[in-house]
């Protein structure tokens, strides 16, 4: 007998958390994002032929690459790097150490 719709769905999200290039699995991210950052996320993965994902991806592990290069793996700080707790906030507070930004204001200026 076929399968449905759902059942075909419920076994594809039972197999993510072990999916992946190196078997750790996946996880679901859903964000909401400015429409700017939207067209030029399209934009540059069309440019490189790269799926959004991929671009995402390699751009998270790129900047902490980059984060961990000027960190020793024996301080203080980068104990703190990997036991910090996650943060979840909806207000306009910029990133700790994260490089600057134009703001909405100057932009219009």
């Known amino acids: 007998m076929a399968k449905t ?22 996880r679901r ?5 400015d429409t700017r950052a939207f067209l030029a996320l399209a934009r540059v993965a069309r440019r490189y032929a790269v799926t ?10 790129a ?6 290069a000027g960190i020793d793996c024996d ?11 996650l943060l979840r ?4 507070r910029q990133l700790r150490d994260y490089p600057p930004t134009t703001t ?3 932009r219009q200026i």
């Open 5 to 26: 719709a759902a059942q075909r769905q419920a076994e594809y999200r039972a197999r993510r958390p072990h999916s992946g290039s190196d078997d750790n699995g996946q």
């Open 63 to 68: 900047e902490e690459e980059r984060v961990l």
């Open 75 to 85: 301080s203080a700080q980068w104990q703190e790097y990997f036991d910090s707790p």
């Open 29 to 33: 991210l859903n964000a909401w994002i």
């Open 52 to 61: 959004k994902q991929e671009l995402i991806e390699k751009l998270i592990i």
């Open 104 to 106: 909405k204001e100057q």
């Open 89 to 92: 906030s909806n207000d306009e």
